[in-house]
């Protein structure tokens, strides 16, 4: 009988240490995986860091988009007007050319020395208005071809971040991860010494003591 007892108390030993073996070494493969995991969680903030840039960006971008709308707008407006005030000015042009033309302001007679002057002085006005509307028009073009680049890239940068949602669910996993890793090395640790214990008892017969006195 104490033979029996002292056979059933070495197999729960030997099944002790068996448990805590397969449990330390789960733990030790837990606690190895942080360096992998810490890698991976690196590159995954890396990303994230990234993204942030071309978020800031793409507001960046939708600012300039702003400011280019409200100039497009007063250009266009302004080219509006100047168009009117070259075809009134061409109107008057052609009224003075007309042989004993009167004034197209006051409609008084005019002198010849004073048709003349108004002449040059509406024909000047017309020039430098149709030169203030081309470079307006190549203005317009120049923000319509802008407007449509930054368009693009805001594009992109938006279907770049649509994978925002999936990098920041990676990256809590990561970091839940590492701590658990973390965890389990810290219970490795502690948990060794006594799978030591264990096995020195075992070795040194040191269970089911009151039998082994026994016998």
Known sequence: AIEKRIAEARQRREME???????????????????????????????????????????QHRETLRRLTSESATLSARNAQLKSDMAAAKDKLDL?????ANCPLCGQDLAE??????????????????DSHRRTSARLKEIEAKTRAIESEVSEIERD?????????????????LQDASAASERLT???????AL?????????AADDQKRL
Do not use: F
Not at 18 to 42: F, G, H, I, K, N
Not at 199 to 206: G, P, R, V
């Open 199 to 207: 096995e020195l008892d075992l070795k040194q017969c040191s269970y």
């Open 190 to 196: 502690e948990q060794k010494p006594t799978l030591t």
């Open 96 to 100: 003075l050319r007309q042989p004993g």
């Open 17 to 59: 240490i068996r448990v805590l073996t397969d449990r330390l070494r789960e733990l030790e493969l837990q606690a190895t995986s942080s360096v992998s995991l810490a890698t991976e969680r690196d590159k995954v903030q890396a990303e994230l860091d990234a993204l942030a840039q071309r978020q800031s960006l793409a507001e």
């Open 161 to 177: 971040l649509r994978r925002l949602p999936a990098l920041q669910g990676r990256l809590a996993t990561l970091t839940q991860a």
């Open 113 to 130: 020395q004073e048709r003349t002057r108004l002449l040059h002085d509406l024909s000047q006005d017309g020039t430098e208005q149709a």
